[in-house]
């Protein structure tokens, strides 16, 4: 069975506080992202990363850095944490063709 | 202007009820795409892949108009089981992917 591994469902944070955020992949996928997910707003792409240390930035990169040095790996970095990064953040994995994405379960980062 | 647009809904519709959901896209280099289904605190899971001829698995069709930058997705004899919110998708050469905000759907007895 395929899976997309999130290191945490829930997490508290302060402000200032430096976050990672840990999804691991065991499908050999080329291709992983990171969403943020906020009611009336939907998926938004933070990053995304279509081989190891080579990543791209989506539409709300501000904030935010990744990390890929393994092809399973791929992290997602709140340099400062702030209270307007609260939300569910969401991993994906997919192959390089016109295939299924998959999701880890989600975390719900709170920033106090 | 957001890349990929969805109605918000809600859309609240009794069983056995026929529902469409629209999606347009801005960008015309998209190259595939697909509806996805989410649960109430779930992740997103893959409904349906988008072929240009159009394609129907059930009680589900789904259209493309690359035309018009349009895709559609049409449920028929509604179940209570298929109230989620339904997530258009479209993916880009480069493998970049981009959801819509989703539609909500809510199918009453």
């Known amino acids: 069975d395929v899976k997309v591994t999130q290191s945490s469902r829930y997490l508290v944070k302060r402000t200032g506080e430096k976050v990672f955020l840990e999804c691991v992949q065991d499908?050999?996928?080329?291709?992983m992202f990171w969403y943020r997910q906020d009611p009336g707003l939907g998926l938004r792409l933070i990053y995304f990363s279509y081989d190891v240390k080579m990543k791209e930035k989506g539409d709300i990169p501000e904030g935010y850095s990744v990390s890929r040095e393994k092809k399973e790996r791929f992290s997602l970095i709140l340099e400062s944490a702030s209270t307007n990064q609260t939300s569910m953040y969401l991993c994906?994995?997919?192959?390089?063709?016109?295939?299924?994405?998959?999701f880890g379960q989600g975390t719900r980062l709170t920033v106090v | 202007r957001k890349e990929v647009e969805q109605d918000p809904g809600p859309f609240n519709v009794p069983e056995g009820a026929t529902v469409a959901f629209n999606c347009t896209y801005s960008?015309?280099?998209?190259?595939?795409f697909f509806w996805y289904r989410q649960d109430c605190r779930k992740e997103p899971k893959l409904l349906m892949s988008v072929y240009s001829s159009g394609n129907e698995d059930g009680r589900f069709t789904a259209q493309l108009n690359r035309a018009s930058q349009y895709i559609s997705l049409l449920i028929r004899d509604s179940k209570l089981s298929d109230s989620a919110t339904y997530l258009c998708v479209v993916k880009y050469e480069n493998n970049d992917m981009r959801f819509g905000a989703g539609t909500r759907l809510t199918v009453k007895p």
């Open positions: 994906a994995s997919t192959r390089d063709r016109p295939t299924e994405a998959f």
């Open positions: 960008n015309s280099a998209s190259q595939s």
């Open positions: 499908m050999d996928h080329e291709n």
